[in-house]
């Protein structure tokens, strides 16, 4: 079993910033995808970022240029750098993870809990 535990949110003025953090931990073999969700009220959950094993990076268009998603391999760690926050980037931010368990095992999904972001105008 793998569990993932968001932290960082918080509550944060228009045009401020934000660092938020995942760590994975559990069986880990490897991990071969971690990604950033969010979820507002009455919204849909959109995928905001997503990076590699191999360190490959993508953006929403809503958030490119001011969001940066990067990983700690040795913590099994994603961090997402929020900066110029918007309000409309307020909502609950969920980590995600395809983790492989074992090396001759399939990969699973994980999901953690989320942590709230709130932007205020």
């Known amino acids: 079993q793998v569990q993932l535990v968001e932290s960082g949110g918080g509550l944060v003025q228009a045009g401020g910033s934000l660092r938020l953090s995942c760590a994975a931990s559990?069986?880990?073999?490897?991990?071969?995808?971690m990604r950033w969700y969010r979820q507002a009220p009455g919204n849909q959950r959109e995928s905001v970022a997503g990076i590699t094993s191999g360190g490959s990076t993508n953006y929403a268009d809503s958030v490119k240029g001011r969001f940066t998603i990067s990983t700690d391999n040795a913590k099994n760690t994603v961090y997402l750098q929020m900066n110029s926050l918007k309000p409309e980037d307020t909502g609950v931010y969920l980590c995600y993870a395809i983790v492989r368990t074992g090396r001759n095992t399939g990969t699973y999904q994980y999901w953690g809990q989320g942590t709230q972001v709130t932007v205020t105008s």
């Open positions: 559990g069986s880990i073999f490897e991990i071969n995808v």
